[in-house]
């Protein structure tokens, strides 16, 4: 059974500034997903990383996958208020690409 | 425009009530899950259908059904809810091949009293 664990579960940064959000997974997952939600929102996807050293970006988001460390993050560059949301990793268990399993989420507040 | 419904928003209801949350997407696409949300927790994925009448279950199937009988339709049928299953509801949708983007739906609010 895939677990998928996120550090840090909270996350308050400054604009301007840079941080990673780590998203580490038990099994093999075919695929490691990335997802926003803004409060009181639903989801939205953001990225999907298909194999090891896959890297994808958009704005000022970031990530990366790396299957022999089990290993996903999720690189925030210089914050800005708009990227405050949850943020949500999650990768295919029991070897199904139709189950899913996620993190239980990283909160982001950016500050001015 | 291309989306996910979810009807109710919002549902209060009581212990051994029977209800169905129904789901319905526009996008023409094979494969729709159903998600609970609780803080703290995460989603976690409750049952998912890759087509018509195939269905499986996720990782917290108990006290749950589903049915898949059209292709755009997945309802979240409750037999005999209780207060366990007070949570955020999310249905969504994607292609089968094109694995990079789930559409989810606005979220049903249930409390079960």
């Known amino acids: 059974e895939l677990k998928v664990e996120q550090n840090p579960l909270f996350l308050s940064m400054q604009e301007g500034k840079n941080y990673t959000i780590y998203c580490n997974y038990s099994?093999?997952?075919?695929?490691l997903y990335w997802y926003r939600q803004d409060p009181g929102k639903s989801l939205e996807s953001l990225f999907v990383?298909?194999?090891?050293?896959a890297v994808k970006q958009e704005g000022r988001l970031m990530a990366s996958l790396d299957t022999k460390a089990r290993l996903s993050t999720l690189h925030i560059t210089a914050a800005v208020h708009d990227l405050s949301a949850t943020y949500f990793c999650?990768?295919?268990?029991?070897?199904?690409?139709?189950?899913?399993?996620f993190g239980k989420g990283t909160l982001l507040t950016v500050n001015p | 425009e291309a989306q996910v419904t979810q009807n109710p928003r919002y549902l209060i209801t009581v212990t051994g009530k029977k209800l169905t949350v129904t789901c319905s997407q526009n996008?023409?696409?094979?494969?729709m899950s159903w998600y609970r949300q609780d803080p703290g927790l995460g989603l976690r994925q409750i049952y998912y259908?890759?087509?018509?009448?195939?269905?499986d279950k996720g990782d917290v199937p108990e006290g749950y059904k589903v049915s898949r009988k059209e292709k755009r339709n997945f309802p979240l049928i409750l037999e005999s809810p209780s207060p366990n299953q007070t949570s955020l509801y999310f249905c969504?949708?994607?292609?089968?091949?094109?694995?990079?983007?789930?559409?989810f739906g606005p979220g049903t609010r249930l409390t079960v009293l």
């Open positions: 099994t093999t997952s075919d695929r």
């Open positions: 996008m023409n696409h094979e494969y």
């Open positions: 990383l298909l194999s090891n050293g």
């Open positions: 969504a949708s994607r292609d089968t091949l094109a694995v990079n983007e789930q559409f």
């Open positions: 259908s890759m087509n018509v009448e195939v269905t």
């Open positions: 999650a990768g295919n268990s029991g070897g199904s690409n139709y189950k899913l399993t």
